[in-house]
């Protein structure tokens, strides 16, 4: 069965510094979504990306965040200068013209 | 008022039992909802989703939708230890406007 798959699944990294996350969706999907998870706390929407452009974003997808899709086949959330509070898991989702988003397996972001 | 509400607490169910969650939005334009499974330091997990009032059953699992009092709810019969896990609920408006809500999740523990 085809799955989202996502790079690294832990990331440890200073204040300050950028990271880059991937994401691989589901072969014929058309949507895609970074969506975070802070520890013990509830799934939150970041940003949805159809078509080679944003279609939406949340109050938490500030200046610091960008998403591109370089290559056809990934799916990247960039975070430029890492803040202690970026530290959560950071889950991708894709879905195809339904409208159930199928996740990855995240990546827990570390920020020390 | 919070966009999806999930206020039960952990809800112990003995093996072979029913369980039943709970789950209120506020958004009247939202068109299709979601129960995700998520397991500890696991992503989400779709497991059903409705988009009618009614009744959906898949197996052991029933969704339960009621627009007019904005309530979804989920049942699972014959409760096995496997179901023990956090239950998200979901919602979004559907086209134009996708992003998930998520509830902060019901906690089910099913004792042997």
């Known amino acids: 069965e085809p799955e989202v798959t996502q790079t690294p699944s832990h990331q440890v990294t200073q204040m300050g510094q950028e990271v880059i996350l991937r994401c691989v969706p589901i072969s014929n999907h058309l949507y895609f979504y970074w969506y975070r998870q802070i520890l013990g706390q509830k799934v939150e929407f970041l940003v949805s990306f159809y078509n080679n452009e944003i279609s939406e974003k949340s109050e938490i997808f500030d200046d610091q965040f960008s998403v591109e899709r370089p290559d056809g086949s990934n799916f990247t959330l960039k975070i430029r200068s890492t803040k202690l509070e970026d530290s959560a898991m950071y889950f991708c989702?894709?879905?195809?013209?339904?409208?159930?988003?199928?996740f990855g397996p995240g990546t827990r972001l570390t920020v020390t | 008022q919070k966009e999806v509400e999930q206020n039960s607490g952990p809800l112990s169910v003995p093996e072979g039992a029913i369980a039943s969650l709970n789950c209120t939005y506020s958004?009247?334009?939202?068109?299709?909802f979601f129960w995700y499974r998520q397991y500890s330091g696991k992503s989400p997990e779709l497991i059903m989703f409705i988009y009618s009032n009614g009744d959906k059953e898949d197996g052991r699992f029933t969704a339960q939708l009621n627009k007019a009092s904005q309530y979804v709810s989920l049942l699972i019969r014959d409760s096995q230890p496997s179901d023990s896990a956090t239950y998200l609920c979901?919602?979004?408006?559907?086209?134009?406007?996708?992003?998930?809500?998520f509830g902060k999740g019901n906690q089910v523990v099913v004792i042997p």
């Open positions: 958004d009247r334009g939202s068109q299709s």
């Open positions: 989702a894709t879905r195809d013209r339904g409208y159930e988003q199928y």
């Open positions: 979901a919602v979004n408006r559907g086209y134009g406007n996708n992003r998930l809500a």
